[in-house]
């Protein structure tokens, strides 16, 4: 009797050690496993993001890449999602937009914005094509040089880390992909992912502010309409905000242009165990990947 087929989903983030990541698993598991990979379009990703996930889909996936967008339902409905394309994928939040419009403002204390925009729909969209919860394993881009972002319950759900396996850390990832012409060529590494998430350093932030300020028109937007919204109802609560410490976005703002702070940069080439640029109001968080990465269900 012939066994099943081992699975393996790829949760591509858009990064480049994802891609890297991407790279291992199409090489090493691409004759033992049935290999299924998605990208989850939340609306707020840099352009170039979106055009170095359309390049990866040519030069990785060999065009096999989905393209995902959380479609959120009406009340007691959970989100589906929908097939996008690198022409159609939605570029001015509305994906995002349409889950705090249901959820309220996400952020530090209502923290489902990965859930709600990536790992449901993701998941419904995997059983929707017949890979039910249980029956594959997902692959996921985090390093070895942050082994202490790797989930406790990785076994019981079926997660793997294959830079974690391979030993792939930051420099490695910088060295694989410099020998690639479509790269990814952001403005600045704190550009990655969704640009103004909340997730961010405020060092970050704040960067990110005083390079181009209109990065937080959309979040202001969404805090000045659905900052009272709980739960798809208008409720006489305190207005929710997104970043750490309720500040809201035109917060963020201003401190840029009132604030002498030193602007964010890669410090990841440096020799030593901690950064010197390091400061406990200004740095503590990280990416949103640091956080956002798709895992099992």
Known sequence: ????VSRLAISFSG??????????????????????SIFMNTGCEHEETLRFVNDCDQHIFGG???????????????????VVTY??????????????????????SHPQCNSRLKTEPMLWYRKQTGWAPGTYDTAIGIRADEIDRASENAKRDRIVYPLISFGIRKPDVKRIMSKFDWRLKLPGEH?????????????KHLTLAKDNPAIFDFPAAMEGQYGH???????????????????S????????????????????????LFDDQFDADLDV???????????AD
């Open 285 to 295: 968080g990280g990416g949103c990947g640091d956080s956002c990465e798709i895992g």
């Open 191 to 203: 550009y990655g992912n969704c640009v103004w998430c909340w997730k961010k350093t405020l060092r």
């Open 15 to 36: 990064g480049e050690s994802s891609a890297v990541m991407s790279m291992l698993c199409l090489k090493h598991f691409a004759e033992t496993h049935e290999i299924r």
């Open 87 to 108: 022409e159609t994928a939605a570029r001015n939040g509305e994906p995002f937009a349409a889950a705090v419009a249901k959820h309220g403002v996400f952020g530090p």
């Open 229 to 247: 919204v709980n739960n798809g109802q208008q409720e006489q609560i305190q207005a929710r905000t997104f970043f750490r410490n309720r500040k």
């Open 64 to 82: 096999s890449l989905v393209w995902l967008e959380a479609v959120i339902n009406g009340s007691g409905v959970g989100p589906t999602a929908k």
């Open 249 to 272: 976005a035109k917060d963020i703002v201003e401190m840029a242009q009132q604030v002498d702070f030193e602007p964010w940069q890669d410090r990841s080439h440096l020799p030593g």
């Open 1 to 4: 009797m012939v066994s099943e």
